[in-house]
């Protein structure tokens, strides 16, 4: 089993950054895909961003220029670094893990989700 913690969700105002950590713990090693998905009021979940466990990422289109995801591998952590966030960013961020490669942003490769860490963008 894998347990992920997510942090560093709050407010901000438009124009600000956050960085979001997604602490991973239980049996990590063969986690071959981690990700970051995100789901607004009423809307369905998406994928923001993911990393497989050779570097490759890839990332939403409205995300792209603005996100950065990256992994700490000694502390086992996932991070998402937010920057120049717009209202539009607004929603609840969760990190998942996957013994699978990734398939860009597919969710179906993530066995283990986190409960999630809320973002919230005013104008």
């Known amino acids: 089993q894998v347990q992920l913690v997510e942090s560093g969700g709050g407010s901000v105002q438009a124009g600000g950054s956050l960085r979001l950590a997604c602490t991973a713990s239980?049996?990590?090693?063969?986690?071959?895909?981690m990700g970051w998905f995100r789901q607004a009021p009423g809307k369905e979940r998406e994928g923001v961003a993911t990393?497989?466990?050779?570097?490759?990422?890839s990332y939403a289109d409205s995300v792209k220029g603005r996100f950065t995801i990256s992994k700490d591998h000694a502390k086992n952590t996932l991070y998402l670094q937010m920057d120049s966030l717009t209202p539009e960013d607004t929603a609840m961020y969760y990190c998942?893990?996957?013994?699978?490669?990734?398939?860009?942003?597919?969710?179906?490769?993530?066995?283990?989700w986190g409960q999630g860490t809320q973002v919230t963008v005013s104008a």
């Open positions: 239980g049996y990590t090693y063969s986690a071959y895909c």
């Open positions: 998942a893990s996957g013994h699978r490669y990734c398939e860009g942003l597919e969710a179906g490769v993530f066995n283990y």
């Open positions: 990393r497989d466990s050779e570097g490759t990422t």
